[in-house]
Structures are given as structure tokens and as C-alpha cells.
């Protein structure tokens, strides 16, 4: 018996993974032609710029999605759209996508609110 994999759904495409390099594995990466990916500089000083703009591009696709599915049920409710599969799709993954982002929301508020009970 054998599984077969989860092939891609068409239009979503997920974030990039942000890799974290030193000075020195920079260095030792591009010697054996390993490159970063693009839009990472490596360890900054404080990385806030970094964090707030992969969290800012995260909402903008997560808006996005809404927009889109909203359009496709405009389209749905006057009859101009062909196939309600798109729609239902769209939907699905808007919802799932805000789903997503309130979970990591939530853990994110829980981390912090952890790291303010710590007693210095």
C-alpha cells in the first residue's frame, strides 16, 4: 500500500522560509555555492525590520485572499462566474489562512505575556 503525497493547490503560494546565517557561515556558504535566499541579509542587529516586514507581507497576502474570494462571490451572486469551484476554494483558503494567523497570534500574546510574569 503505498500514500500518495498532497500535490499543490493552484494560486496559493506559501512564504518563503527565512534562513538565519552567521558572518562566518556567510562566508563558508558562498565558498561551496550555497546562497541565501533573496530578501535575507543574514543576522542583523536587532532584526526587527526583518521580522515586521515578512509580518507585514504575511498580512497583505492574507488580505489578498480575502479580496480575492470576495470578488469570486460577487461574481458567484450576479452569475458571471463559470465555475463555483474557484469560489468555494478561495474561500477555503482565506479561511483557513485567517485561521492560521490568529492561531500565531495567539501564541504570540501567550509568549509574551509569559516572558512579562518572569521575575528578574
Do not use: C
Not at 500535490?7 to 565558498?31: C, D, N, Q
Not at 497583505?60 to 460577487?74: M, T
Amino acid at each position: 500500500m503505498s500514500i500518495n503525497g498532497i500535490e499543490s493547490i493552484g494560486g496559493f503560494t506559501p512564504m518563503t522560509p527565512v534562513t538565519l546565517r552567521s558572518p562566518a557561515a556567510g562566508a563558508a556558504g558562498a565558498a561551496s555555492g550555497v546562497q541565501p535566499l533573496s530578501g535575507t541579509s543574514g543576522v542583523s542587529g536587532a532584526g526587527g525590520a526583518e521580522f515586521g516586514d515578512m509580518l507585514s507581507q504575511g498580512l497583505q497576502n492574507l488580505e489578498g485572499l480575502h479580496d480575492r474570494a470576495d470578488q469570486l462571490a460577487v461574481q458567484a451572486a450576479t452569475g458571471d462566474l463559470q465555475s463555483l469551484h474557484d469560489y468555494t476554494i478561495t474561500a477555503t483558503e482565506a479561511s483557513v489562512a485567517t485561521q492560521l494567523t490568529t492561531a500565531v497570534r495567539n501564541k504570540a500574546v501567550e509568549a509574551f505575556q509569559e516572558i512579562m510574569r518572569m521575575s528578574i
